[in-house]
C-alpha cells in the first residue's frame, strides 16, 4: 500500500495547528481526527485507528486542536482542553483548509480533487466534531466516535445529518448512558455498538482492534463516492 506523509501546520480560526496527514493511494475519502481532553495527534489509540483506515483506502488527518501553549501541563488555559466550541471552531477550519486543496491535482484553491470527509471523536473530542458535523453539513459525510462524549454537543445533535456511529466499551456505564440519550437526540443514521468486555479506554486485548474495524467500515460505507 502506497502511504503518502505530511507533517505540516494548518492555519485555522486564528491559530495555526500541527498536523500529521497520511494518504493511501487512490483514497476513497479522508478522517479527521479530534482528539480527547489531554491527547494529542500522537495518541497511541487514534494511531492505531488511523493504521486500520489507511488499509482501508482512507486517508487520515491527526491535527493538534490546541496549540503546543495551550497544550502545555502548566497552561493557565488548561480548561481550553475542555471548551467544545473551541475545539469544534478549530475543526471546522480544518475541514475548510481541506476544501481549500485539491488533494488529487495538487493545485490549492480548487476543491474538484476534495476526497469526501468523515470525523472520528474521543472522549470530549466527539462532541466537537459533531459540533463541526452540525455546522458543515454539506462537507462531513460520516462521524465515528470512540468513548466519546456525545452529550456535550448539546442542541447541535439534531442538526447532524452525517450517518453517525456511537462506540462504548461494555464496562463503561455512564459513559454508555450518556451516548443512549444522545443518540435519542440524533434525527440522521446511527448506530450504538457496544464492545464485549472493554472498559473507556479499550485497554483490554483485542477491543481497539474492534473499534478500529468498526470505524473503517462505518466510513467506507458512507464515504465511498458512488
Avoid: C, Y
Wanted: glycine share 10%; charged share 20%.
Amino acid at each position: 500500500m502506497g502511504l503518502q506523509t505530511l507533517a505540516t501546520g494548518i492555519d485555522t480560526a486564528g491559530v495555526r495547528l500541527a498536523a500529521d496527514i497520511m494518504m493511501p493511494a487512490e483514497a476513497i475519502g479522508m478522517v479527521l481526527f479530534a482528539h480527547g481532553s489531554g491527547s494529542s495527534r500522537h495518541s497511541p489509540r487514534n494511531v492505531v485507528i488511523a493504521e486500520e483506515l489507511h488499509r482501508h483506502r482512507l486517508g487520515t488527518i491527526l491535527p493538534d486542536l490546541l496549540t503546543w501553549d495551550e497544550a502545555a501541563e502548566d497552561a493557565r488555559d488548561r480548561h481550553l482542553r475542555f471548551d467544545i466550541g473551541l475545539l469544534a471552531d478549530r475543526l471546522i477550519g480544518v475541514i475548510d483548509w481541506i476544501h481549500a486543496q485539491d488533494w488529487r491535482r495538487g493545485r490549492p484553491g480548487s476543491e474538484a480533487g476534495v476526497p469526501p470527509i468523515g470525523l472520528f471523536g474521543a472522549s470530549t473530542g466527539a462532541a466537537a466534531a459533531l459540533v463541526a458535523a452540525a455546522a458543515r453539513r454539506d462537507a462531513v459525510g460520516a462521524v465515528v466516535s470512540r468513548g466519546g462524549r456525545p452529550d456535550l454537543a448539546g442542541p447541535a445533535l439534531v442538526q447532524v445529518a452525517a450517518p453517525t456511529l456511537l462506540i462504548v466499551g461494555e464496562h463503561d456505564p455512564d459513559v454508555m448512558a450518556l451516548n443512549h440519550d444522545a443518540r435519542a437526540q440524533l434525527t440522521t443514521r446511527s448506530d450504538l455498538l457496544m464492545i464485549p468486555g472493554a472498559t473507556h479506554l479499550f485497554e483490554e486485548e483485542g477491543t481497539l482492534e474492534q473499534v478500529a474495524s468498526a470505524a473503517a467500515a462505518w466510513f467506507g460505507d458512507h464515504l465511498r463516492k458512488g
